[in-house]
């Protein structure tokens, strides 16, 4: 069977490795009836965590401004992947 990038996120999800900013929130492996499999990706965990922070940020009434709102979801985001990886 001709291998691509797909087979690389099969083997990440069955090995169940740490957390990185770019690791699937929920992947999803997808068996064909021809004995072919392909992961489903959907948002990376870094995208999620960046999203519920932002709408922490919008929900409390931060005026931050976009660029600074955007930025401190992205960072909030990196510290929580760090602190889960301690």
């Given at each position: 069977m001709k291998q691509d990038h797909s087979d690389f996120f099969i083997d990440r999800v069955r090995s169940?490795?740490?957390?990185?900013?770019g690791s699937p929130l929920n992947p999803q492996i997808l068996k064909f009836?021809?004995?072919s499999?392909?992961?489903n990706m959907g948002l990376t965990k870094r995208e999620y965590f960046a999203?519920?922070?932002?709408?922490a940020l919008i929900t409390r009434g931060?005026?931050?401004g976009i660029e600074n709102a955007?930025?401190?979801?992205?960072?909030?985001?990196?510290?929580?992947?760090?602190?889960?990886?301690?």
């Open positions: 169940k490795s740490p957390t990185t900013a009836g021809d004995g499999e392909i992961v999203a519920m922070a932002m709408q931060a005026h931050l955007t930025h401190n979801s992205v960072v909030y985001a990196d510290s929580l992947i760090e602190a889960l990886n301690k």
